[in-house]
């Protein structure tokens, strides 16, 4: 089965909620009337916006990039050479390969955190992993296609890499890529026999998509990329962040660094050669305390850069350690809240996860394959799913969005396909997905949405997700909308969530079509105007009601960049959107461990002498 989660960065460590996830192909086709259930008795409608979007400036990368021929590294021949090689002789076996992809990935990984005042972690990794796909039978029918029957994982793909020597040594590299390709190739086999005894037990009762598209030729080359900082002065700043973080209600203050630099070389039997390289920086302040009811407190800020030179400086740094802990002095002093059933507005950051996880999940094509999902937009291809001043799109091209980067930028997925904009939702219709090599109906192709950590097979997963929305207000028109609506519904009060902490979504047969995300920064607004912080919630509901329960959206876009856990591991991406009016949304009392805070002060904390 596969799995979906995301890591939110509101968290000290990134974690991975794992739940069954899953979706089903879709077919074309113009829609009927309408599906959205009519607004309740007066509840707002969407007519009654004004006709103005929601500002977004996107800048992207050029659709021809430049290559650098000159900058190519000799593993690419050494590569080429041997998928050759290897096509010919696999050709003559009595089961032949007709595709062999090999992807090599070289990773530097430095993290450096500081806790208290004193460094905690410092750790400088290299690795570099070798990635073999070989697939054989044919395009229609291969030793990737999923059983019926698979509950003992006959044909579940294994999660290894390769080992790879480092430098470019031809004969060592060449004897690694063979010794891997042989390993492949027969694990391939064994899977095609199954797969083939599968069918002959269906007796072809179903039709089924192909297993795989074959994709135009690429070629690539950029030149390796430079990671460049000085490591005593990041530890010297964090050092200090990480003491001044330590105010307040806080007994843990965190201030963290992780840099990276990348680079891939792609090869594969239909001629494309790929050489890519970046880098990217993450700097986070976090600070936590546990409440006196157990409950585990936590904020934490989070700015995202190309290189270690652009993340912020001491002021900005500072300014982000004033907003933790403000944010987390007031959790400390705020009630806990109760269930509720109303109307709710999702600001910003919080309305891109609500997306993420509501619909982006959802979307992603490989999973409308899968047998064992619930397939929730299945048979909503060119049918309504939202409100028809609503649009959205993937578009891994985004370099940067209202002058922030985003996460989800790459040129080239990880199955050697160029990256392009995916439309997801045209004005209220549901109309295409995020598809990697895996074709299904009325889809036949990738549109450069096949990702992966190296280890693991790539499947379509989300990158830039953009919410559009053609009709909108201010924000604080965006208040008043809510508490009319508060005041309509006869509800004591609306509820705002600005942060989110971390979420999952349940796309399984096996188990209801739900979704659950965790907020930090929770406020219920009153008639009169005022708002209350609370704590200890959580917001769950089901995707399409959620979906056709959203009746406005601000002028106003923000930016969510993290991290996203999946069955092909942990993908960088984003999400923005403006802040959404929700018609209906469902609170649940979060968890609260039984655990109550320590009974000795921490020394670091210590306000009096023992």
């Not at 990329?225 to 965190?254: H, I, N, P, Y």
């Not at 519904?489 to 979504?505: A, C, E, K, L, N």
Request: charged share 25%; aromatic share 8%; hydrophobic share 35%.
């Amino acid at each position: 089965m596969p799995f979906a989660s995301y890591a939110f960065p509101y968290m000290r460590k990134p974690f991975a909620l794992v739940v069954v996830a899953a979706c089903s192909g879709g077919a074309g086709g113009k829609s009927p009337a309408k599906p959205v259930p009519p607004p309740l008795p007066g509840n707002l409608a969407a007519t009654e916006l004004p006709n103005i979007p929601a500002k977004i400036e996107v800048v992207t990368s050029a659709p021809t990039d430049a290559s650098a021929p000159d900058k190519k590294s000799p593993l690419l021949d050494v590569m080429k050479a041997e998928n050759e090689r290897e096509m010919a002789a696999l050709a003559k076996t009595g089961t032949p390969a007709y595709y062999l992809g090999y992807q090599l990935v070289e990773q530097r990984i430095v993290s450096l955190e500081a806790e208290g005042g004193a460094l905690v972690t410092d750790q400088d990794d290299v690795a570099r992993n070798l990635d073999v796909e070989v697939r054989v039978g044919s395009p229609e029918l291969d030793n990737t296609r999923q059983l019926a029957d698979d509950t003992n994982g006959l044909n579940a793909p294994l999660t290894r890499r390769g080992d790879v020597p480092f430098g470019d040594d031809k004969e060592a590299i060449a004897s690694a890529l063979w010794l891997e390709t042989d390993r492949r190739y027969h694990e391939a086999v064994s899977a095609l026999n199954y797969v083939k005894q599968d069918q002959q037990t269906l007796q072809k009762a179903k039709k089924y998509d192909p297993d795989f598209a074959h994709e135009p030729t690429e070629t690539h080359i950029e030149a390796p990329a430079k990671l460049e900082f000085d490591k005593a002065q990041w530890v010297d700043r964090l050092k200090r962040c990480s003491k001044g973080a330590l105010k307040g209600a806080a007994t843990r203050g965190t201030c963290g660094v992780v840099f990276q630099l990348n680079t891939s070389y792609f090869v594969n039997s239909e001629g494309t050669v790929l050489q890519t390289s970046w880098t990217n920086a993450q700097l986070s302040v976090s600070v936590g305390v546990k409440a006196d009811d157990g409950m585990n407190l936590s904020r934490l800020e989070q700015r995202f850069g190309v290189a270690p030179k652009d993340l912020p400086g001491d002021g900005e740094v500072d300014k982000m350690i004033k907003t933790v802990t403000d944010d987390l002095d007031a959790l400390h002093d705020a009630p806990l809240a109760e269930p509720y059933v109303g109307p709710a507005i999702l600001q910003g950051r919080a309305s891109g996860v609500f997306f993420h996880e509501v619909f982006g999940h959802r979307i992603e094509g490989h999973r409308q394959k899968d047998t064992t999902s619930g397939q929730t937009f299945a048979s909503y291809v060119g049918k309504d799913i939202a409100p028809e001043w609503l649009s959205v799109y993937d578009n891994p091209e985004i370099e940067t969005l209202n002058g922030i980067q985003v996460n989800g930028f790459y040129r080239f997925d990880d199955e050697g396909v160029r990256a392009h904009k995916a439309q997801l939702i045209d004005h209220g219709k549901l109309v295409g997905f995020d598809m990697g090599r895996n074709p299904i109906a009325g889809f036949p192709h990738s549109n450069g949405h096949g990702r992966r950590s190296p280890g693991l097979p790539p499947v379509a997963r989300q990158g830039n997700l953009v919410v559009e929305a053609a009709k909108s207000v201010e924000y604080a028109d965006l208040e008043k909308m809510l508490i009319e609506e508060v005041k309509k519904q006869h509800r004591p009060y609306g509820m705002v969530f600005t942060d989110i902490s971390g979420g999952f979504t349940n796309t399984s047969a096996f188990a209801p079509q739900a979704f659950k995300v965790n907020p930090v920064m929770a406020y219920r607004l009153y008639p009169d105007g005022h708002k209350e912080l609370v704590r200890g919630i959580d917001i769950s509901g089901t995707p399409l009601v959620a979906l056709q329960s959203i009746r406005a959206a601000s002028r106003q876009i923000e930016t969510f960049n993290g991290v996203c856990g999946a069955e092909s591991g942990w993908v960088p991406v984003s999400a923005s959107a403006p802040s959404l009016l929700i018609e209906k949304l469902e609170i649940e009392k979060g968890f609260i461990p039984p655990d109550r805070p320590p009974i000795l002060t921490a020394p670091a904390i210590q306000k009096e002498k023992p």
